[in-house]
């Protein structure tokens, strides 16, 4: 068994979802896509991470990512799309990825929709908690998809297709470093949004012990053989 990682920026790694594979002894190979190209194949996970730019940019890249991963999510395989790595599984699947009505940095509340409060995954968590988020684009439900999770700015932050494939705006994987590495490469995001660096430490620290609960729940179910 083994993970395969998409990257588009150096400093928006897989977080803790490495270490939920590590403790189940799976190895993980990661790709920064812009710089280095696609792997040959998904592996039999295939985790998609954030970045600034856009998946309606025109890169070559862009387009060759985006077939990439609806190859992987129509044949079955597990796949994990986080912020910017949700985007590119809604256009993969047809939706429309546009701005949304407002920048979401930091703690947002979220809240669960019928089909989340019965999902494998975010079933038996609370109906609404907050999460880690650094985004300005939002999409539509996808055909065929379950719409798992919604804010006051994002109404859809989570869906699922099938029970292996999960698209998730929010960031369940980040550590502490990795919201320092956020503030600091992107702080003119914070500028925009009239914060600081300490209010979103400050606001995100006391929820990371939930959010990394669910990716590791995420990260087994994900591994887990269909059954």
């Keep these: 068994m083994r993970a395969v990682c998409l990257q588009h920026v150096p400093f928006e790694g897989p977080g803790v979802f490495a270490t939920s594979l590590a ?13 280095d190209g696609l792997p040959p194949d998904p592996g039999d996970l295939l985790i998609v991470m954030g970045g600034p730019m856009s998946v309606n940019d025109p890169d070559p890249w862009i387009a060759e990512e985006t077939a990439f991963i609806r190859s992987a999510i129509l ?42 409060k019965n999902d494998p995954v975010f079933g038996g968590f609370l109906e609404d908690f907050s999460v880690f988020e650094w985004h300005g684009e939002v999409f ?39 919201i320092k590495s956020l503030c600091r490469e992107c702080a003119p995001d914070l500028a925009r949004a009239q914060l600081t660096v300490r209010q979103v430490l400050i606001g995100a620290i006391p929820h990371l012990w939930l959010s990394h609960q669910i990716a590791d729940r995420l990260v087994n179910h994900l591994l887990t053989p269909a059954r």
């Design 23 to 35: 403790n189940l002894g799976v190895p993980l190979d990661c790709h920064l896509v812009p710089k």
């Design 75 to 116: 044949a079955g395989k597990s796949v994990l799309g986080v912020c910017l790595g949700s985007q590119f599984m809604a256009k993969a699947l047809g939706a429309p990825v546009r701005p949304g009505r407002a920048l979401e940095i930091g703690k947002t509340r979220i809240q669960l929709t019928d089909e989340g």
């Design 140 to 178: 539509e439900l996808p055909q065929d998809c379950v719409a798992l999770a919604g804010s006051e700015i994002a109404p859809l932050q989570a869906f699922r297709f099938g029970s292996r494939a999960y698209g998730l705006l929010f960031h369940l994987e980040v550590e502490m470093d990795g």
